[in-house]
């Protein structure tokens, strides 16, 4: 086994398991049963999306398979910031319900 195959293995495992732990503690976290329900289908739609993401990568010849960056880059930055005003937006919400 060569250096580059270990390193590709021992990353791909250190990357799954940052992303199941992160999942985890996002869902564990959150403030109630509305919040959980949001991070729960954000997190199922990002998992998604990285799968197909790296699908094309493995599929798309070389020079092709490149420009997938682009696509993901954008529409994972702007899903991240709508996922984060949508979830300030909802705690403002909850904060202001006097109890």
């Known amino acids: 086994m060569t250096a580059g195959m270990i390193g590709g293995i021992l990353g791909t495992v250190v990357g799954l398991a940052g992303g199941v732990a992160g999942t985890y503690f996002s ?17 199922v739609a990002i998992w998604v999306a990285i799968c197909l993401f790296l699908i094309g990568l493995f599929l798309l010849p070389v020079p092709y ?3 997938l960056w682009i696509p993901y880059g954008l529409t994972l930055s702007m ?6 005003q949508t979830l300030t937006k909802m705690r403002n919400q909850d904060s202001q319900v006097p109890t």
Do not use: S
Request: net charge positive; no cysteine; proline share 4%.
């Open 79 to 84: 899903a991240i910031k709508r996922y984060n």
């Open 65 to 67: 398979n490149h420009l």
């Open 27 to 43: 869902v564990k976290n959150a403030d109630g049963p509305v919040e959980r329900r949001l991070i729960y289908k954000f997190a």
